[in-house]
């Protein structure tokens, strides 16, 4: 027996031993292995793409996480949201991350005006897709929608401003409303002294302000007494600014007063005066992008946009100092950010070096998987897909940065430009002289079916503009270009399966060289066209007296005369009623549907509405045009394949209809059928 007991302490000791072992394995974390749910080992890092978590985590909203069906799937109390492709768990710790400004937010998320990050939505469906369910889409004091759990809504439906850690109370003044003023310090200890003199300070704070609201200014807090300290600063010194609307968003510093410092306003908020949501906090213009300004209101940088051109599934629009800021589809680097990360808000476009911006653009056109600008100088810069030669630099190279047109020799760049055109993987540029050069896949206009990678001339004088789409991706069969003369004729080349070059008949033989567009009923020409456009298989054109007229394919009545009909020659666009004709300030033309500006400002679109393109908070298909409700304002408009968006008079841009690409620059990959506001 005596033998037995050495041997059951070496037993026991080795048990310790292994049991010791063991803790640490499960709490180390065995090699290789990572746990299933939010919160392992594994999980929560931060990434930038999936290689940089350990399987099964993927990498989401900026941190390693797993997918997920509810948030039952989630350890921590964490949720079950969606990052625009995935149900991924979100960890309670970062979900509603605190922010101030959109850069603290991992892409989709947007920075709101409670400083959390969340999703962007148009509806409850936003917030409740790919197996994510109960979330609510509501409404900021900046008047966007984010998607929030049922606790974190009002009973009227809007977010509740929800305070971030840090704040005394917990509390933090939204974005848009200017926050109480802070009590003003004591004054003088002599009641007969004015208010701020020297003296013994109080010790009582004075009392808060009123929070503002979208229509009110602030109140300042008035001073504390000790001996009859003067009072606060007033409303006009020491008072938070008026809190702002969308388009003036944020409160303004509060100013100082003779009786104490007055209370300091609220953080401006996300969309700068009359412009689209910019990206971080400022004192001036020099702690923005270049592009940019600072709204002295909100101390945002924000972007206000002077010029909108909608692509096949990207759009670019021009801002300040003549900077281009694009979104959406990106797989050839038609965005310009030397990238082809699918951008579903605006990116800015850089210069050739990739360093800085490009700048000093005063035209851009976006067209299939291309881009192009033109230059103050009058050189034209293109970037995308180059596969027949379209970004005329005599090469077939596809670019990610903005590469300089050259001049039919290949041994200059191109110049004395005064407007450009770009489609899939093909452009036109008109100079000075009058003349169009075309280069890129056919049919270029020199009378050959040949791809030119340099530009060629296109034998047609006094041309002001050209348009030119394609109605796919992967071609350029069934391409059309037409050209605007500066005495009002209109003039096409390319497909004529369905009528589209407007010559009263159809064939299909491709037109090498440009015709003239016979007028309705193929009687005469078509004379005096202010504005033409060119959709998937359609043309339309806008004359002085703002009347529409469109030919060629009738899919989903995108002819928008009543009938149905293919027209072969131009036919009259009808009003919503279909008794009278339509009345239009600009008029732009998608693939398979078309939208104007009316002369008071509101939009109106018919054709096909698969993806709600037409803004009227449907997706029936309308044969006359329909107005998009309660959008006024607008300035411009453009259309692409299956969505649309309008710029409006300050600067700010909306879109509408397919976003499966972030076409609608709001951070979403959600369609809607109603306007919603692009913001970076």
Known sequence: MKTLVPRARAGFRGLRIALVLWVLFVWLGAPGCSSSKVGGTRGGHACRQNSDCASPFICSLGSCTTKCKTARDCEDEGSCVTDG?????????????????????????????????????????DCNVLGVSGRRCAEDTNGVEFCADPPEVSGEGKLIALPPPGHPDGGVEPITAGAGGGGGSGGSTNPNDDGGSSGETSTDAGEGGTAGNIDEPTT??????????????????????????????????????AAGTGGKGGTGGGAGTGGTGGQGNCQSGADCALGETCSPTSQRCSLAF???????????????????????????????????????????????????????????????????????????????????????????????LPTPVKDSSGLATLTEVTHVATSYSSACAVLRDGYPRCWGGPPVGDATSSPRSLPVLVNLDGVAAISMLNPTTGTSAGAVRCALRTNGDVWCWGANNVGQLGQNTVSGAVANVPLQVKGPGGVGFLSGVAQVLIGGAHVCARKPDSSVWCWGTSTANVL?????????????????????????????????????????????????????????????EH????????????????????????????????????NNLGQLGNGSASNTSRPVLVSR
């Open 623 to 658: 044969a006359l045009p329909t107005l998009v409700p309660l959008f006024p304002d607008v300035a411009s408009i453009s259309a692409g394949n299956g969505y649309t968006c309008a710029l409006k008079t300050d600067g700010s841009a909306y879109c509408w209809g397919a």
């Open 85 to 125: 492709k995935n149900a991924v768990c979100q960890s309670a710790a970062d979900k509603n991350k605190p922010c101030e400004k959109q850069a603290e937010c991992p892409s989709p998320l947007a920075c709101a005006s409670d400083y959390r990050c969340r999703n962007l939505c148009s509806e409850d469906a």
């Open 306 to 400: 002077t010029q909108l051109f909608a692509g096949y599934s990207h759009i670019c629009a021009l801002a300040g100092a003549g900077t281009v800021w694009c979104w959406g589809d990106n797989q050839y680097g038609q965005l310009g950010d030397n990238t082809v990360a699918l951008r579903n808000r605006p990116v800015q476009v850089l210069d050739a070096t990739g360093v800085g911006p490009l700048k000093d653009i005063v035209q851009v056109s976006a067209g299939t998987q291309a881009t192009c600008a033109r230059k103050a100088d009058g050189n034209v810069w293109c970037w995308g897909n180059n596969a027949l030669g379209g970004l005329g630099d005599n090469t077939i190279t596809t670019r990610r």
């Open 220 to 257: 300042a807090g008035t001073g504390g007494t000790v001996g009859g300290a003067g009072a606060g600063g007033t409303v006009g010194q020491s008072g938070a600014g008026a809190g702002g609307t969308v388009g003036q968003s944020g409160a303004g510093t509060g100013g100082t007063s």
């Open 560 to 620: 928008g005369d009543g009938s149905g009909q293919e027209q072969r020659a131009p036919v009259q666009v009808r009003d919503s009623s279909g008794s009278g004709f339509l009345v239009a300030a600009a008029v732009a033309v998608g693939v398979n549907h078309n939208c104007a500006v009316l002369n008071d400002g509101t939009v109106q679109c018919w054709g096909n509405n698969t993806y709600g393109q037409l803004g009227d908070s449907t997706i029936s």
